[in-house]
């Protein structure tokens, strides 16, 4: 299924309304950040366990990075990394995509105005 939200760039200094609360954007990267190294990722642990899914720190994927290999499609070698989690935060805006969705529906090629010159030297030829 194809993906029809196009993120926009935020900057720290933006600000989100919420229901009846504003916040800088900054401030929600923060908040994001801090729970990603705490029970956020304690949480996350305890989900990947339930999975069968075993990492080692899921803290760490958060931080640093965790040690592996990957062996990817077409490739005959396994090649060392790290992999890290990172969470993002992406806003969407609706205006946007009501405004696409109707200019596709409504979209007609223009004719070119090269239509009739061709059609007049298709016609010397034939």
């Known amino acids: ?24 954007v900054s401030k929600i990267k923060t908040g994001v950040s801090q729970s990603s190294n705490h029970s956020l990722a304690q949480r996350l642990q305890q989900e990947l366990n339930n999975q069968i899914i075993q990492l080692p720190s899921v803290e760490k994927c958060f931080k640093e990075g965790i040690d592996c290999q990957i062996l990817t499609l077409g490739s005959q070698n396994w090649k060392k990394g790290k992999v890290k989690f990172n969470l993002s935060i992406e806003f969407y805006i609706e205006d946007d995509l009501e405004t696409t969705n109707s200019n596709n529906l409504n979209f007609t090629e223009p004719e070119s105005p090269f239509d009739d010159l061709r059609r007049m030297i298709h016609e010397e030829n034939s």
């Open 1 to 24: 299924m194809e993906d029809i939200f196009k993120p926009i760039e935020c900057n720290d200094d933006d600000v989100i309304e919420v229901g009846d609360n504003t916040y800088k």
